[in-house]
T-cell receptor, first 116, second 114 residues
Framework: NAGVTQTPKFRVLKTGQSMTLLCAQDMNHEYMYWYRQDPGMGLRLIHYSVGEGTTAKGEVPDGYNVSRLKKQNFLLGLESAAPSQTSVYFC???????????????FGEGSRLTVL | SQKIEQNSEALNIQEGKTATLTCNYTNYSPAYLQWYRQDPGRGPVFLLLIRENEKEKRKERLKVTFDTTLKQSLFHITASQPADSATYLCALEKDYNQGGKLIFGQGTELSVKP
């Protein structure tokens, strides 16, 4: 079991370029999330998905788009990268443990993105 | 506005002592709270979940309390070891019954000295 795998692990972009971060999980989890982590800011939720074909906005969605065409994959896209999007991006997944409560989040190892 | 606050100052303690980390929240009524550990350059790893109707939860040397009146959770590591040095994050679900959307505090860095 690989758990949650993120690619790429590192990327340097120029302002205005586009890119896609890929997250794959092999635990058959319903929920998937994209967070960004910046010094002193903690983890902030960008977008999330409660199932295949569904996505929703988190706290800081502007400048990002997501897609979940397959249950095991959750893609995060930057259409026109800006220096403010320099960050470490974490993907996570979780399953439903009860009627109303999602369980623990399983995180990937992160993708470090620098926008020049 | 809704806020989750953890002590941003690093906590330095001596090996063998009990480390206590605090998580305070405002304008939330979470049904549960989670604690995670994060090592440098790694993703967070789940430690414990405590529900609103549970006052205390234990797992080996870890103990979490949840006081919904004070809007506070305390995270204790007893008999701390240098290997416990890491950043610890608390997280609350936002929008109950909306896909388990977790909001995180900024984390507290713990350093255990031999």
């Amino acid at each position: 079991n690989a758990g949650v795998t993120q690619t790429p692990k590192f990327r340097v972009l120029k302002t205005g370029q586009s890119m896609t971060l890929l997250c794959a999980q092999d635990m058959n989890h319903e929920y998937m999330y994209w967070y960004r982590q910046d010094p002193g800011m903690g983890l902030r939720l960008i977008h999330y998905s409660v199932g295949e074909g569904t996505t929703a906005k988190g706290e800081v969605p502007d400048g990002y788009n997501v897609s979940r065409l397959k249950k095991q994959n959750f893609l995060l896209g930057l259409e026109s990268a800006a220096p403010s999007q320099t960050s470490v991006y974490f993907c996570a997944s979780s399953s439903i443990t009860g009627v109303l409560i999602a369980g623990e989040l399983f995180f990937g190892e992160g993708s470090r993105l620098t926008v020049l | 506005s809704q806020k989750i606050e953890q002590n941003s100052e690093a906590l330095n303690i001596q090996e063998g002592k009990t480390a206590t980390l605090t998580c305070n929240y405002t304008n939330y009524s979470p049904a549960y709270l989670q604690w995670y550990r994060q090592d440098p350059g790694r993703g967070p790893v789940f430690l414990l979940l405590i529900r609103e109707n549970e006052k205390e939860k234990r797992k080996e040397r870890l103990k979490v309390t949840f006081d919904t009146t004070l809007k506070q959770s305390l995270f204790h590591i007893t008999a701390s070891q240098p290997a416990d040095s890491a950043t610890y994050l608390c997280a609350l679900e936002k929008d109950y019954n909306q896909g388990g959307k977790l909001i995180f505090g900024q984390g507290t860095e713990l350093s255990v000295k031999p």
